[in-house]
């Protein structure tokens, strides 16, 4: 049983170049959440997707960043034409449910972005 | 709004000593709490979570923590610390209308031999 898996899990980009990082919730699972962490701070939410649904992208950018999950095939945060700022580590988590709760969220192992 | 605050980035003890990490939090409706672990370049692994039943909670590889609703904290404890304790623990809150954690900064725990 498979746990919430990302890919790549180390990823460096050109300034303007742009980045695709995946996750793949685990099994059964149908609520994704991606959360950014800046060096030596915590981690902020960035969006909550259901299948082929952006429920909450409060947390967002409101330029460069997209986030998708289709109905096949993993979820993808896409971050056009980086820059330095954007350099982070991106995690994602899945549940079951809504109700964190009852269910919480099971993270990933991140994927690490760095910007040159 | 919710939020959690985690007074000390860094705490270091000794192996064997007593592990004490502050969490407190703000909240406008009942919270759930959580307390994460992460290792250097890894994920966040639940220790784990308050979510209105017992006020004590006993998680993995030993640690505890005790919601107070007077003093709106939850703390962390260990009553004695190994080597391999040695991470960053984030405290959470969340509640049953939202639909994200919100994190408070971490603090880094160092154990010494």
């Known amino acids: 049983n498979a746990g919430v898996m990302q890919n790549p899990r180390h990823l460096v980009r050109r300034r303007g170049q742009e980045a695709r990082l995946r996750c793949s919730p685990m099994k059964g699972h149908s609520h994704v959440y991606w959360y950014r962490q800046l060096p030596e701070e915590g981690l902020k939410f960035m969006v909550y997707?259901?299948?082929?649904?952006?429920?909450?992208e409060s947390g967002m950018p409101k330029e460069r960043f997209s986030a998708e999950f289709p109905k096949e095939g993993p979820s993808i945060l896409r971050i056009q034409q980086v820059v330095r700022g954007d350099s982070a580590a991106y995690f994602c988590?899945?549940?079951?449910?809504?109700?964190?709760?009852?269910?919480?969220?099971?993270f990933g192992s991140g994927t690490r972005l760095t910007v040159v | 709004a919710q939020s959690v605050t985690q007074l000390g980035s860094h705490v270091s003890v000794s192996e064997g000593a007593l592990v004490l990490l502050r969490c407190n939090y703000s909240s406008s409706v009942p919270p759930y709490l959580f307390w994460y672990v992460q290792y250097p370049n890894q994920g966040l692994q639940l220790l784990l979570k308050?979510?209105?039943?017992?006020?004590l909670v006993k998680g993995i590889n030993g640690f505890e923590a005790e919601f107070k609703k007077s003093e709106t904290s939850f703390h962390l404890t260990k009553p004695s610390a190994h080597m391999s304790d040695a991470a960053e623990y984030f405290c959470?809150?969340?509640?049953?209308?939202?639909?994200?954690?919100?994190f408070g900064t971490g603090t880094r725990l160092q154990v010494f031999p």
């Open positions: 959470a809150v969340t509640s049953y209308n939202t639909d994200k954690l919100i």
């Open positions: 308050y979510t209105s039943a017992a006020t």
């Open positions: 997707l259901q299948k082929e649904n952006i429920i909450d």
């Open positions: 988590a899945s549940s079951p449910e809504k109700d964190l709760g009852v269910y919480g969220y099971t």
